[in-house]
């Protein structure tokens, strides 16, 4: 079965600089999707952005980016220019492949609560 | 992106009572949808996958006869919480993945569920 694993219950970081929160997933497949969501205080979860594990290319979108390592099992989220709107929970999130017509669910990690100072 | 419609966002019910949480994908067909519950500072977790046109998916641990899933068409799902009791009280989320798309699910806003 798969697991994910997230290390860091909390982070803190200042409005403006840069953190990374960490991410580590064990599965015997090769293909897979990787995610990283954000649930705010109102609870809705807001993908961040994703990953196909067969793309070597790291995901970026706008502030956010990932280094995915896959070799490692590491799938760490990057925030730059951190901005207050960004305090949340933060879940990293695997999913298997689609085959079959099946659609996978998603396996989430523990989550990492971020704050960020003004 | 693609809207999924979860109702009521809170509920507050006697113990004993049954609870109907609803999951509606607005603007896309969803053969399979996804219940989660989510304890208080503590993660997801999967309870069961509901499959239309036939019978749910339950996790191990989880109570088929507690929590009825029923997935009537491509684009409504319910959860019934049965005789709640106030250990039942949680945030529910679904999520459905549209169809043919190999790549994300979409979250309702959740069901914040108090039994009292």
């Known amino acids: 079965a798969q697991t994910v694993t997230q290390s860091q219950p909390e982070m803190s970081v200042q409005e403006a600089e840069t953190v990374t929160l960490s991410c580590t997933y064990d599965?015997?497949?090769?293909?897979?999707?990787l995610f990283w969501y954000k649930q705010p205080p109102s609870r809705q979860m807001i993908l961040v952005i994703r990953?196909?594990?067969?793309?070597?290319q790291n995901a970026t979108e706008n502030r956010f980016s990932v280094n995915f390592q896959k070799a490692a099992k590491s799938f760490s989220l990057k925030i730059s220019d951190s901005q207050l709107g960004d305090a949340a929970m933060y879940f990293c999130?695997?999913?298997?492949?689609?085959?079959?017509?099946?659609?996978?669910?998603?396996?989430f990690g523990k989550g990492t609560k971020l704050s960020v100072k003004p | 992106g693609a809207v999924v419609s979860q109702h009521p966002s809170r509920v507050i019910c006697k113990s004993g009572t049954s609870v109907k949480i609803e999951c509606r994908s607005l603007d896309f067909q969803a053969t399979t949808m996804f219940w989660y519950r989510q304890f208080p500072k503590q993660s997801l977790m999967l309870m069961a996958t509901s499959n239309e046109g036939s019978k749910a998916t339950y996790e191990q641990g989880v109570e088929k006869d507690k929590f009825l899933i029923n997935h009537a068409s491509l684009t409504l799902s319910t959860l019934t919480v049965t005789s709640a009791h106030p250990e039942d009280s949680s945030f529910y989320i679904c999520s459905a993945p549209p169809l043919g798309v190999n790549t994300e699910a979409f979250f309702g806003q959740g069901t914040r569920l108090t039994v009292v």
């Open positions: 599965t015997s497949e090769s293909d897979y999707y």
């Open positions: 990953q196909e594990a067969y793309k070597q």
């Open positions: 999130a695997y999913r298997s492949p689609n085959y079959g017509g099946s659609q996978g669910n998603l396996i």
